[in-house]
């Protein structure tokens, strides 16, 4: 360890009734109007509602967010907000919604009407921004939470990536009222996602020991309360603690980054269109066992947070990082068993008609760059192929 950075200047508001702040925040950051950024499937089961009836400012709802956001949809949003003199952003929703948030709160902080003068790694400066404000509606993402937002350009077919500190939401409010009404298997399956952001957080060349911190508790939480949720969706605990370790996870690998596991996975969701937390409970032990010679360690210190101090104590040091992958796939099949969450590569139709596109694609992903492991074209192909187990 010889240097890190380590930002997360997110203010950060969980509870059970944490929505209850909102208005409070509101007045702190002197937001006059609102504009709400929201997808039309939370305005009609009225999940939105438990928002805006913590509002006592004027706001405006946006709501036509699609599933794969695109540079269109930010600039509409961003001529929108003009429009109606808004002057805050309060975004409420999954992934796409927040990256859509992120990408119009960077465009109207920045001042410019080109998305791709905001699209790179750490290119912008400083400015005068608007308040932004994000309340997730899922725990997997952690957007709430990274200093990364990515976003598809129709044009040109591709998706393109920002980075950058000044993205990073000024208030992220989390309340397990959010998430009540999620269904399981979308819970299992975010959950898994958010798991594998912090295992690969913990595991790649980019860690340090404050990411450490972030990925262990995520690891823990998780194992500790998807089980209770997913036996009892109503649990307010348990909802809040997977929406926190989504949080925690995503502090971890918008700090360090992640690895094989999304570099396949974003893969995967490009060409075969996986849903990114199926792609990751796919992925996630295959690629463990992949790494496993090089992050042999590692794993056996995760034993701890997977399966209790006692397993931890009374496994041999040799043993522990196999006996972690054994743990995170007995959670798999419990909740493939409970929920139907795809957990093998062979439920991919057209995997194999796909492969050098997905090949291709994941080689040039920049997750692999700090994967704990060098990859290679061949190595995809045999993680892909179950050399390493579906």
Do not use: W
Not at 68 to 74: A, E, F, R
Not at 103 to 130: C, P, R, W, Y
Not at 176 to 203: F, W
Not at 247 to 273: P, R, T
Request: charged share 20%; proline share 3%.
């Amino acid at each position: 360890m010889n240097y890190f950075e380590f930002v997360n200047r997110t203010k950060l508001i969980a509870g059970v009734d944490a929505l209850d702040q909102l208005d409070f925040e509101c007045e702190q950051y002197d937001i006059s109007k609102a504009m709400i950024i929201t997808d039309q499937t939370l305005v009609k089961i009225k999940t939105i509602d438990l928002v805006t009836k913590k509002l006592t400012i004027p706001y405006i709802i946006y709501s036509d967010i699609p599933v794969d956001s695109s540079t269109y949809v930010i600039e509409d949003i961003v001529k929108n907000y003009k429009d109606n003199h808004c002057n805050g952003i309060i975004a409420v929703g999954g992934g796409s919604v927040i990256d859509s948030a992120k990408g119009a709160f960077l465009m109207i902080s920045q001042k410019t009407n080109h998305f791709e003068d905001i699209v790179g790694f750490e290119i912008l400066k400083k400015v005068d921004e608007i308040p932004f404000f994000v309340i997730p509606t899922t725990s997997g993402t952690g957007s709430e939470a990274t200093a990364v937002a990515v976003i598809s350009n129709p044009d040109k077919n591709i998706k393109m990536e920002i980075i950058s500190e000044h993205m990073q939401p000024h208030v992220a409010l989390i309340d397990s009222h959010m998430t009540l009404s999620l269904p399981l298997k979308t819970t299992a399956s975010t959950a898994v996602d958010a798991l594998t952001h912090a295992i690969e957080a913990y595991s790649c060349s980019g860690k340090n020991p404050i990411s450490d911190i972030y990925a262990t508790s995520a690891i823990q939480m998780i194992f500790n309360n998807i089980n209770k949720v997913i036996s009892n969706p109503k649990d307010k605990q348990g909802r809040l603690a997977l929406a926190v370790a989504s949080y925690n996870a995503g502090c971890a690998f918008s700090n360090s980054m992640v690895g094989v596991v999304h570099g396949i996975g974003h893969a995967l969701g490009a060409v075969c269109h996986i849903p990114h937390g199926d792609a990751m409970s796919m992925l996630l032990v295959p690629c463990m066992k992949f790494n496993l010679d090089v992050c042999h360690d590692l794993y056996g210190e995760l034993l701890l947070y997977v399966g209790g101090s006692d397993l931890y104590a009374s496994t041999p040091k040799d043993k522990r990082a196999i006996k972690t992958i054994e743990c995170i796939e007995t959670l798999q099949h419990e909740l493939h068993n409970q929920t139907h969450l795809p957990i093998s590569l062979l439920d991919i139709d057209n995997l194999n008609e796909s492969m050098d596109m997905i090949v291709e694609k994941a080689m040039n992903d920049g997750a692999m760059i700090v994967n704990a492991k060098n990859v290679t074209k061949q190595d995809i192909l045999d993680i892909l192929g179950g050399h390493y187990g579906y």
